[in-house]
């Protein structure tokens, strides 16, 4: 029996041929799972901009963590690799602009719920040159501990967990719905960058919560904070963009009031018209991508603000309002940004449509000139032709006449009885209208044939 060919798409028992892409589009939901995590726990998550970095050199990059020095670069085509390390897991996801690396391993006990400021960087398994080196542009780092704690009185966790980072103000909210009721975590951060470059979060869960929650609980919290600043990237490109916007702005408006009174020639116009478009065009080009991007993130910063279910600790605000208090007047700005660039294309293109209104109607009108001149001078050279053709026939006839009289007096010296004088003055009404009538055929014969 000949085996299948690996290209070709599957054939089931009971089933048309798969689509090649089925396995691939059906095994997407299990593409990215959730890691599971065993409480306490420390979770080190780097994110950095994957822009020019192939897979290649971030397979090469696992390779130096201890055991992984044979680790194929097939391993990475799936976008996903979990790698189990003495005492840790690390795990590898590339996204479309960045690529995220977590360390999971045990939250060593000086770092435990109600510890000063725990200094979680020399405890860390993998060796921070590792960290420091991995290719790209570092967009997001973390350290997230995760931590048993009662949430019976969540207003007493406050105090420690501030006590935790450092005594700096914190935000917190429980999170979730546990199966008896109530929340299932509490989590609190201070959204500060320490000197190390890492930000720290706090998750506080029962003794009773399973390692599949806990792991759902740090993708969240840690792909809201991915997303959160990569939705903010397009912020600078929208702030940069404002005075090209408010110059293009007042140049189109000049250039509608004059086109409007008429102050400047349509050269000028258009030539000044096609620059600020093209102006337009570039930045379009420059930024369109990343204003698209932002509202994608954005999308997803408010779905994953939804997944956590947030309920409010008295006295504390909670994750979610302070950051959308401060995320949605900076996604605003980018999306009021997008939205002014579109409008100012749309308006130089009508202005430009206008002038080529005006300039078809010019065009038209000169057109109109031009074909009454060209008429005008066709009936002048009609007339001209009549006036040549009445001379040409008379010319004409005055040679046929003179012929006519020199061969009449070649007849009178051969013998004839004629006055050749006489006879040829009695011939000339018949040569006139025989010329005439000559060159009224050739007209004649001329217009049936162009007709």
């Known amino acids: 029996m000949t085996p299948p060919d690996p290209g070709t798409p599957p054939t089931h028992l009971a089933l048309p041929p798969d689509d090649a892409l089925r396995e691939v589009l059906h095994n997407e939901v299990h593409a990215r799972p959730s890691a599971r995590i065993r409480l306490p726990a420390l979770v080190v998550y780097v994110a950095v901009l994957n822009a020019g970095i192939g897979r290649d050199a971030e397979c ?3 390779r130096r963590l201890p055991g992984q020095d044979a680790l194929p670069l097939d391993a990475l085509a799936g976008n996903f690799l979990r790698l189990r390390l003495g005492g840790c897991t690390v795990k590898w996801e590339r996204h479309t602009e960045f690529t995220r690396y977590s360390i999971v391993q045990p939250l060593p006990d000086s770092a435990a719920l109600g510890a000063a400021d725990p200094e979680l960087l020399p405890a860390v398994v993998v060796d921070p040159q590792w960290l420091r080196e991995i290719p790209g542009r570092t967009v997001a780092a973390i350290k997230l ?12 966790l406050v105090p420690l967990a501030q006590r935790w980072f450092g005594g700096r103000p914190v ?8 199966p008896g009721g109530g929340s299932h975590s509490c989590a609190v951060t201070d959204f500060q960058l320490r000197a190390s470059g890492y930000e720290r979060m706090l998750v506080i869960a029962p003794p009773d919560t399973t390692e599949t929650r806990a792991g759902r609980i740090s993708q969240r919290l840690l792909e809201l904070e991915t997303y959160r600043m990569m939705a903010l990237r397009g912020l600078p490109a929208a702030k940069s963009l404002a005075p090209m916007l408010g110059d293009a702005e007042a140049t189109l408006a000049s250039l509608t009031e004059q086109l409007e009174a008429g102050q400047a020639s349509d050269q000028e116009l258009l030539d000044r018209l096609v620059a600020l478009a093209g102006r337009l065009e570039r930045a379009t080009a420059a930024h369109d991508y990343r204003f698209a991007a932002t509202r994608a993130y954005s999308t997803l910063v408010a779905e994953r603000l939804a997944e956590l279910r ?6 504390t605000q909670t994750i979610g309002e302070f950051l959308q208090r401060r995320l949605n007047p900076a996604i605003a700005t980018v999306a009021a940004t997008a939205q002014r660039l579109a409008s100012l294309s749309q308006r130089v293109e009508r202005a430009s449509a206008l002038l080529r209104t ?15 001149k060209l008429t005008r001078g066709q009936e002048l050279q009609l007339r001209l032709q009549t006036t040549v053709e009445g001379l040409s026939i008379a010319a004409i006839s005055y040679y046929v006449v003179s012929l006519m009289l020199y061969g009449a007096k070649a007849a009178k010296s051969a013998g004839l009885p004629l006055d050749p004088e006489i006879t040829v003055g009695a011939l000339i009404p018949l040569v006139l209208w025989g010329v005439w009538r000559t060159t009224r055929r050739i007209h004649e014969r001329l217009h049936s044939t162009g007709a």
């Open 60 to 62: 090469a990059h696992l």
């Open 145 to 156: 501990a995760m931590v048993h704690g009662d949430l019976a009185d969540p207003a007493a």
């Open 171 to 178: 935000v917190a909210s429980l999170m979730g719905r546990a």
């Open 310 to 315: 947030e309920a409010a600790i008295p006295g």
């Open 358 to 372: 005006r300039v078809d109607i010019a065009t038209e009108a000169q057109n109109q000139q031009l074909l009454a």
